[in-house]
Structures are given as C-alpha cells and as structure tokens.
C-alpha cells in the first residue's frame, strides 16, 4: 500500500528555473493539500484542492501554482524559482472535515534553489 | 501571537521517564486536535487525535482543556525510539466553510540511554 508518493524526493534549481512537484495517493482521498516546512515554522499550506478539478489558496500561494485533473493527483508548479523558496515541501491526502480531517503525508521533497 | 504555540525544547529525558508537553491555541473556535509525530528528515505521522475527554494509546495520553485553550501530550515509560519532534495540530473550522489546520512548530525530544 503506497499511501501518499512524491516525486522527485530532491532537486536543486538555479533562480529562475521552472519545475513541477508530483503528489499521487492511492487511498481515494478527496482532499489533497501541498505544505513548505521551513527551519522554526510550523509547517505551512501552500494549496489545497477538495476535489478533482478544484484547487484554493492556502496561506502562502505567492509564486506557485497546482492543478487537480485527477483525484489520485495533485501537481504543485514552480513558474520561476526563487531562492526564498529553498524549502522541504510535503504533500498530503485526506477525507477532510468529516473524517476529522486527518491527514497522510508523503515523504516530501527537499528543494534547493540557488 | 502565533494560532498555535509549543515550546521547541529540546526536551532531554532518560529512558522510562515521564514527559509532557503542552500546545496552546489562540482560535476559541477551533473544533479538532491531535498530535502528529516527525522523525528527523521524514514526514509528519498521526501520532493520535486528542478528545475532549481525554484520551489514550498506550504509553501515550492526550488532553484537551478548552477553557485555558491547550492541549497537551503525556509519554510515560519513555523509549529510545521515542525521540522525534511532536507536532500540536488545531483545525478550525471557519463560518464561510473553510478550515484551516495549524501547526505547531514542534517540541523535540530526545530519550537518552
């Protein structure tokens, strides 16, 4: 049972460069979030999506995009790397409000723009 | 004032003592708690959810007093295997029907032989 998988598990970008994040759960999730964890921050949501076809801010979207074409998918985009956003980013799958919303995390991706 | 407030520690116990942690909350609207576990360089687990009357997994207990806004997170008989960060998860639910789910930045402990 693979839960939640993310790809690729590291990169290193030059300012600039554009890259895509991939999420996959197989646990039929509804709810699909994307998070940045950084040194002394709580982890904090990027974007989440309540369902195929639908995406929403969290709290800091700035200079990132997602897309939902498919419920076992949730893709997480870097137009232009800056190096602010140096960063472990996790992805995470869940039923949402009714269950609690407790939620599952894959393994993350530690990215390092220079 | 952050939403979600734990001291980072770190906690440094000896094997078979009892710690606890405590993790405030400002939203009084707040409706879910639970304490996740992350070991160093992985990704947050679901260590247990917290119930408004107390709750427990084994060596593991979870309070919740909403009156003082805190909830708090008891190990007993600690083990080796124990070390981690724990992570405070307070999810509100807003009027408009949004949520958001908070986290702490985490309490680490280490369990020393």
């Known amino acids: 049972n693979a839960g939640v998988t993310q790809t690729p598990k590291f990169r290193v970008l030059k300012t600039g460069q554009s890259m895509t994040l991939l999420c996959a759960q197989d646990?039929?999730?509804?709810?699909m979030y994307w998070y940045r964890q950084d040194p002394g921050m709580g982890l904090r949501l990027i974007h989440y999506s309540v369902g195929e076809g639908t995406t929403a801010k969290g709290e800091v979207p700035d200079g990132y995009n997602v897309s939902r074409l498919k419920k076992q998918n949730f893709l997480l985009g870097l137009e232009s790397a800056a190096p602010s956003q140096t960063s472990v980013y996790f992805c995470a799958s869940g039923f949402g409000w009714e269950k609690k919303n407790i939620q599952y995390f894959g393994a993350g991706t530690r990215l390092s723009v220079l | 004032r952050k939403e979600v407030e734990q001291d980072p520690g770190p906690f440094n116990v000896p094997e078979g003592a009892t710690v606890a942690f405590n993790c405030t909350y400002s939203n009084s609207a707040s409706q879910s708690f639970f304490w996740y576990r992350q070991d160093c360089r992985k990704e947050p687990k679901l260590l247990m959810s917290?119930?408004?009357s107390g709750n427990e997994d084994g060596r593991f207990t979870a309070q919740l007093n909403r009156a003082s806004q805190y909830i708090s997170l008891l190990i007993r008989d600690s083990k080796l295997s124990d070390s981690a960060t724990y992570l405070c998860?307070?999810?509100?639910?807003?009027?408009?029907?949004?949520?958001?789910?908070?986290f702490g930045t985490g309490t680490r402990l280490k369990v020393l032989a």
């Open positions: 998860v307070v999810n509100t639910h807003g009027a408009s029907g949004t949520y958001k789910y908070i």
């Open positions: 646990m039929n999730h509804e709810y």
């Open positions: 917290v119930y408004s």
